[in-house]
């Protein structure tokens, strides 16, 4: 009771924070990194091997630069996220530009559905709310539910303020067989981690032995609906670019683990590029593989 009180008050007080201008939430923000960065340290270990194991052929010293980098964006992103809450759809088309939205748009033309993807790289959050504003169908975005159901409601609920339907990772097949009769996207975040016991297809990824969820290319090759990646990239603080790049126009014709390789070595391509904006504080490579 004590606990669901308290996310009931953080709610609150996160909801209040965000009708705050982003101009002063960033202003916040430059104080906060400071805090999280040299007073609290939050996670800074995970963050250093992350990024140390990924780009082991950087000195210690560019790792450094990078990691300070990151933190900085980290504690934008956070504020970003809790601007979503009452972020107005004027300023969020202003901050949020799509490009080569109308290959999409070409298909539900044409009564087809597709797929899209993108990984949890610059502000996905912001990419995804204003995905709602731009498409002329619906966009159902695949989650992990939080284990504290007050914020994962409040999440849901910010999430779907333009018109973009949550759906929970176990309910996805139900959802694709509600729809299968009007064109739809539905959205996956090509890089999240496997629960333990399910990671079953590994991968070479920024240099480490990684376990890749299969759930995009097993939907793919069953519906052979395209797949799109949708690009972010870092414009400037607080402003965002989203390239929709076709990387699978006919998944039917693909070999096993295709899709899912290229879907990740194109996002690889997108860190190695400006690496500062990808969610290094993700214990990403917490599960190991066990050989036989």
């Given amino acids: 009771m004590i606990k669901k009180s308290f996310s009931h008050i953080g709610v609150v007080f996160l909801s209040f924070l965000s009708l705050l201008p982003t101009q002063l939430l960033y202003l916040i923000s430059a104080i906060c990194y400071y805090i999280l960065y040299y007073a609290v340290g939050y996670r800074k270990k995970v963050v250093r091997e992350n990024l140390m194991n990924s780009f082991p052929e950087k ?14 964006y980290l504690s934008d992103l956070t504020f970003e996220i809790i601007k979503m809450s009452s972020i107005s759809k ?10 080569n939205l109308d290959l999409v748009e070409d298909h539900f033309k044409k009564g087809e559905s597709v797929l899209a993807c993108t990984g949890h790289y610059g502000n996905w959050e912001w990419g995804m709310l ?10 159902y975005v695949i989650y992990k539910p939080l284990n504290n159901t007050i914020f994962d409601e409040w999440f849901l609920k910010m999430r779907g ?27 996956f975040a090509s890089d999240q981690s ?8 590994w991968i070479d990824f920024l240099n480490q032995d990684t376990a890749a969820l299969l759930g995009l290319e ?3 090759m069953q519906t052979n609906r395209p797949i799109f990646y949708f690009k972010l990239k870092f414009i400037k603080r607080g402003y965002y670019e989203v390239d929709c790049v076709s990387i699978c126009p006919k998944p039917e014709h693909t070999e096993k683990y295709q ?6 070595e194109f996002l690889e391509d997108i860190i190695k590029e400006e690496p ?9 490579w917490k599960n190991k593989r066990e050989y036989a």
């Fill in 59 to 72: 000195s210690i010293k560019e790792i450094i630069v990078i990691e300070k980098e990151f933190f900085r």
């Fill in 90 to 99: 004027k300023e969020l088309q202003k901050r949020v530009k799509f490009t």
């Fill in 130 to 139: 204003a995905l709602g504003l731009n498409l002329s169908e619906k966009a």
């Fill in 161 to 187: 303020r333009f018109g973009n339907i949550g759906v929970p990772m176990r309910q996805t097949l139900r959802m694709l067989a509600s729809t299968k009769n009007k064109p739809s996207m539905f959205c």
């Fill in 194 to 201: 496997p629960v333990r016991g399910e990671s079953h297809y």
């Fill in 218 to 220: 097993k939907i793919a």
């Fill in 259 to 264: 899709i899912t390789n290229t879907h990740f």
């Fill in 276 to 284: 500062s904006y990808w969610l290094w504080s993700h214990r990403r």
